[in-house]
């Protein structure tokens, strides 16, 4: 079974920064797409930032120049830092690991159980 731990949420003030850490348990990490997305309540769960296999990434255009996601294989981990945090980047973050068809389908996913992140003054 596939387990995704989720770490480094918080409170931070306005323009602060925090790193978001997701752990997978298996050892296919390196054969799958992994993203961090995020909800606040009403809404739907939006795609944040998504780095391939490859190593590709991919920014929500609210993101672009704050925040950076990266791998690290050797530890089964992927980071979501971000910089410059505003109030409206408030919500539940949730790390995806998904594998894909080489046509981009999906094949399965999973989702770690959410970090809470609030920008406050």
């Known amino acids: 079974q596939v387990q995704l731990v989720e770490s480094g949420g918080g409170l931070v003030q306005p323009g602060g920064s925090l790193r978001l850490s997701c752990a997978a348990s298996?050892?296919?990490?390196?054969?799958?797409?992994m993203g961090w997305y995020r909800q606040t309540p009403g809404k739907q769960r939006e795609l944040v930032a998504e780095?391939?296999?490859?190593?590709?990434?991919n920014y929500a255009e609210f993101v672009k120049g704050r925040f950076t996601i990266s791998r690290d294989s050797a530890k089964n981990t992927v980071y979501l830092q971000m910089n410059s945090l505003k109030p409206e980047d408030t919500a539940v973050y949730y790390c995806n690991q998904a594998l894909r068809t080489p046509s981009g389908s999906l094949v399965y996913d999973y989702w770690g159980q959410g970090t809470q992140v609030t920008v406050s003054s």
């Open positions: 780095v391939t296999s490859g190593g590709g990434t």
């Open positions: 298996r050892s296919i990490f390196s054969a799958t797409d």
